[in-house]
């Protein structure tokens, strides 16, 4: 454990900016495929389902990766630098084996293993950031959120400024996960006030699924990860539809990016009105985008993109709030317990929507593939609307997408 030394200057702010740059920078393979789905599809002559579980099988890694490291209590074992470090290297080298494969099976287990990886990357940033901050600490890991948003949204950008050479745009996501991992390896360290990790403990499950906030605040999330992730996957596909390839793949830049605006206004919003109130202005904002969006395909491209922007704005402003109700209400022995079972219910239910979207597109059309995803965040406002205020309480905060 790191100790700061009065007469040096607060660390704390350097290391969140190094923090949230190792994952902005470090989860761009997470959509490195979903960017350059349409050259992927003609090289590897993929379906409609195939082209889904490209997608799915990272988010399925991303579960085991995230119960593994729990269950073992790996971030135990090393500093949080170390793990982001050892899980962005793998990420790059895996994420670039993409350009080696030659099936759609192939690629699939390889996006599998980048889902793993990445597990080892987004918790431990959040745990990295805790360590720094004890006071600020809610709107700290709203900025790790943000960052999260942001890498998630370069996969587009970099489609756009690698034309029509898919390859560019997996290479170059795989050199930014591998930049990230040198400087985590290098920048990183442990803040003076890093608590123990707690570990995922069966036995307590239904200790902690007793608990009514749990209850509440999993529904919301549940709500608000059935309309998250297959947005993000699918957003880029929709603007193709309407605009060339490299138009199509700004406008999903800048639709998944602004997200990190609203993760940082919803976290000043949770500290004034509560994070119920917070999120449940989010939910029935992104609910309300995803019902109408699809049929604006045609509409004039200043009100389709328009639309768009609100929706990726709302859609990840919520984010935070779900872990840290979480954390407030729940006994600190069970704490990694009860988060890791939230976080992987949402990310197991996020592949239904995932695949069912092109699904639905085929049968009929985007509009009713989008209002598809508006019951979702309409159910979790519905939910985090009957949850008491937070009462202070120990333990830990956290954030997780």
């Known amino acids: 454990m790191q100790h700061v030394d009065d007469d040096l200057p607060d660390p704390a702010p350097r290391q969140l900016r190094l923090t949230g740059l190792v994952l902005a920078l470090g989860m761009t393979t997470w959509f490195s495929t979903a960017a350059v789905l349409g050259p992927l599809r003609d090289r590897l002559d993929l379906g409609t389902t195939a082209a889904s579980l490209l997608t799915i099988a990272v988010q399925l890694g991303f579960v085991v990766g995230a119960v593994v490291s729990s269950i073992t209590g790996l971030a135990d074992r090393m500093s949080s630098g170390r793990l982001m470090a050892i899980g962005a290297v793998a990420a790059s080298a895996l994420n670039a084996l993409v350009l080696l494969t030659p099936d759609a099976a192939s690629t699939t287990a390889v996006r599998f293993g980048t889902g793993v990886a990445l597990a080892l990357v987004y918790p431990a940033g959040l745990r990295a950031v805790s360590g720094w901050f004890r006071q600020g600490r809610g709107r700290a890991l709203g900025m790790m959120v943000a960052a999260l948003t942001l890498g998630s949204a370069l996969p587009h950008l970099l489609a756009a400024a690698g034309g029509v050479d898919w390859r560019l745009t997996v290479a170059l996501s795989s050199v930014s996960t591998l930049g990230a991992g040198l400087l985590a390896e290098v920048a990183l360290r442990d803040g003076p006030h890093l608590g123990a990790v707690v570990r995922f403990d069966r036995r307590q499950l239904s200790a902690v699924m007793r608990r009514r906030e749990f209850r509440i605040a999993t529904v919301g999330y549940l709500g608000h990860m ?176």
């Open 226 to 401: 059935w309309e998250l992730y297959a947005m993000w996957a699918w957003i880029g596909v929709f603007y193709a539809e309407r605009w060339p390839p490299r138009q199509a793949s700004l406008a999903a830049f800048a639709t998944i990016a602004v997200g990190g605006l609203g993760a940082v206004h919803a976290g000043r919003q949770s500290d004034r009105h509560g994070r119920d109130a917070a999120a449940v202005e989010a939910l029935r904002w992104s609910g309300s985008v995803a019902v109408v969006i699809g049929f604006l395909l045609d509409a004039p491209w200043p009100i389709l993109l328009g639309a768009g922007l609100v929706w990726g704005f709302w859609v990840v402003a919520d984010s935070a709030q779900f872990s840290a109700v979480v954390s407030e209400h729940t006994d600190p022995r069970r704490a990694g317990t009860a988060l890791t079972l939230q976080l992987g219910s949402g990310f197991v239910l996020s592949v239904l929507t995932i695949f069912a979207i092109p699904l639905v597109v085929d049968a009929g059309g985007w509009g009713w593939a989008f209002a598809l995803l508006a019951p979702g965040p309409f159910l979790g406002a519905w939910a985090m609307r009957r949850l008491r205020p937070p009462a202070p309480a120990p333990g830990f905060a956290n954030a997780h997408v």
